[in-house]
T-cell receptor, first 113, second 111 residues
Framework: GENVEQHPSTLSVQEGDSAVIKCTYS??????FPWYKQELGKRPQLIID?????GEKKDQRIAVTLNKTAKHFSLHITETQPEDSAVYFC????????????FGQGTTLQVKP | KAGVTQTPRYLIKTRGQQVTLSCSPI?????VSWYQQTPGQGLQFLFE???????NKGNFPGRFSGRQFSNSRSEMNVSTLELGDSALYLC??????????FGSGTRLTVV
């Protein structure tokens, strides 16, 4: 079936530490994997995405890695800051059609000053 | 450049009524997707439109429908509202198939 599992559901780190969020997808035809950040009361914002022909992508303090064989991908945030505190959602396209995204359940990240 | 605009922002409806939500995508974006967000179920895909055609549909009952106009603006309609339809409805647009930008959503409360 169409499913994306995301772990952990909550994550608390000290400012300056790294944070890692992991997702597993079920559809082997999935070829697009975005990550969204949603602050309380605000819209989800795309922070980074990766396509299946790439194994890793980095943007400043944020990186995403993809393992197609194992069907999992991860978000890495380095040097965390209090403003990184938010809910993070991973998503995967279904059946190779990027117009339909299935989201993970979300990870609440708390960065303690 | 204007973002994705959703109207109205808040809506209160009574069980059994119907509701129409509107989404204006970013200029030039032809793909529009709709999602339902609730605390218990997270973000769930409703449907996606591209050039006025529904390309994908999620696992929602037929009470949920949508359409897209020639200017890419999209509407979704929910008929015979149920209490469980209370949610934040989010619209997202993309120029093609990647990098969807979300609107701020319409918060629907069914009483």
């Amino acid at each position: 079936g169409e499913n994306v599992e995301q772990h952990p559901s909550t994550l608390s780190v000290q400012e300056g530490d790294s944070a890692v969020i992991k997702c597993t997808y079920s559809d082997s035809a999935s070829n697009y994997f975005p990550w969204y950040k949603q602050e309380l009361g605000k819209r989800p914002q795309l922070i980074i995405d990766i396509r299946s022909n790439v194994g890793e992508k980095k943007d400043q303090r944020i990186a995403v890695t993809l393992n197609k064989t194992a069907k999992h991908f991860s978000l890495h945030i380095t040097e965390t800051q209090p403003e990184d505190s938010a809910v993070y959602f991973c998503a995967a396209s279904m059946s190779g059609n990027t117009g339909k995204l299935i989201f993970g359940q979300g990870t609440t990240l708390q960065v303690k000053p | 450049k204007a973002g994705v605009t959703q109207t109205p922002r808040y809506l209160i409806k009574t069980r059994g009524q119907q509701v129409t939500l509107s989404c204006s995508p970013i200029s030039g974006h032809r793909s529009v997707s709709w999602y339902q967000q609730t605390p218990g179920q997270g973000l769930q895909f409703l449907f996606e439109y591209f050039s006025e055609t529904q390309r994908n549909k999620g696992n929602f009952p037929g009470r949920f429908s949508g359409r897209q106009f020639s200017n890419s603006r999209s509407e979704m309609n929910v008929s015979t509202l149920e209490l469980g339809d209370s949610a934040l409805y989010l619209c997202a647009s993309s120029p093609k198939n990647y990098g969807y930008t979300f609107g701020s959503g319409t918060r629907l409360t069914v009483v």
